[in-house]
């Protein structure tokens, strides 16, 4: 009963003001304060100096008031979609961990769609011809970032009265007083904006195309290519006679003398008593990182040994050595599989 006496006379001021309460002052203001009388100013209504003269003229104390509104329910009078955003999701297997991960994107409309920096679209082509569906996907290779293009503008330069900025500053003068009321109301009405999305799921969820997980499908390591091409070698040749060998994998040799080596050799000549040496480089230029592609594409490359001899070798030499060779993408890198391999290197 004690708690319901002291908050009687708080609910009274409260009402005594068409359901607005004013503070900073909030127990009471001074009786000359009204909310639409002469000597009260709104916060953001800026007056000049001759207008606060006039005002300090026949007001004692200068009120700037400040309303803060309160709303006790939101009510959205309609719904407006502003975008609509499709989004493409998928489950693929990461090689590099062998785990499973999910990739969400936005969807693009054609391949090689590209879009702003980190948020580059995925365009995905599925196929129904195998007896298992399947999908594949690629982001574009290339990304834009927004450009702000500042251009000179004539603007008119229009003069102004000397007016104060913002009238909470004079609230620590002498000779104003600066208020809040608070009105409360029952309902604020507004419009809800909103994003429409959607989503296609490709290989999960209830309504998923297929339940293809799409991964590089690399093929195990030819040892028996490695073997047959490696067998015999003949030291007079600059490169040991690897035009046919490609493979998708890492390779790296152990237990071959230094002449012989995968390094690539660079071109030289002799020219006055200076020798030339050309060092060819190719390089593809893709801005801000290569394409993704899921599945990963099994790609091969060359694999050849280098002659660094300065002439062949006088009589035929046998070498048993180790070749290591890993998955490019795999998940394996620390422990490498190897071959053992038996070369003749013919001389002269």
Known sequence: MSKTLLLFPIVAMFSSCNNSTSGLESISEPISYTPDGQCTIELLDSKTDEQLDSLRSFCDTIFIRRVVNVY???????????????????IYLDRSTNKRDTLTKFTAEKSGESGPCGRV?????????????????????????Y?????????????????????????????????????????????LRTIACDTTFLNYGANAWTDYVPAVNAPAFDTAAFRKAL???????????????????????????????????????????T??????????????????????????????????????????????????????RGNNFKNLDSLTITTLFRGI
Not at 124 to 129: E, G, R, V
Not at 250 to 264: C, I, Q, R
């Open 275 to 328: 020798t030339i040496c050309i060092i060819k480089v190719t390089e593809t230029f893709r801005p801000y990182g290569l394409a993704n592609t899921y599945p990963t594409h099994y790609s091969k490359v060359p694999f050849y040994l280098t002659n660094y001899l300065e002439s062949p070798l006088e009589k035929d030499t046998l070498i048993t050595w180790t070749l290591k060779y890993r998955y490019n």
């Open 72 to 90: 006790k329910d939101t009510v959205y009078d309609d719904t407006v979609i502003t975008k609509k955003e499709n989004y493409t999701s998928f």
């Open 121 to 145: 679209p995925i365009y995905c082509t599925l196929d129904s011809s195998d007896t298992q569906k399947r999908f594949s996907c690629a982001e574009a290779s290339t990304c834009y970032m």
């Open 231 to 273: 067998d015999t070698l003949d030291t007079q040749n600059e490169i040991f006679g690897m035009d046919t060998l490609f493979t998708g994998y890492s390779v790296s040799v152990e237990g071959l003398p230094d002449w012989a080596s995968t390094k690539k050799r660079d071109t030289c000549m002799a020219k006055d008593s």
């Open 147 to 191: 450009n702000i293009i500042a251009r000179d503008v004539e603007a008119a330069v229009i003069r102004l009265p000397d007016a104060i900025p913002s009238n909470s500053l004079l609230c620590s003068q002498p000779g104003y007083r600066c208020v809040v009321d608070t009105v409360y109301h029952d309902t604020f009405h507004t419009t």
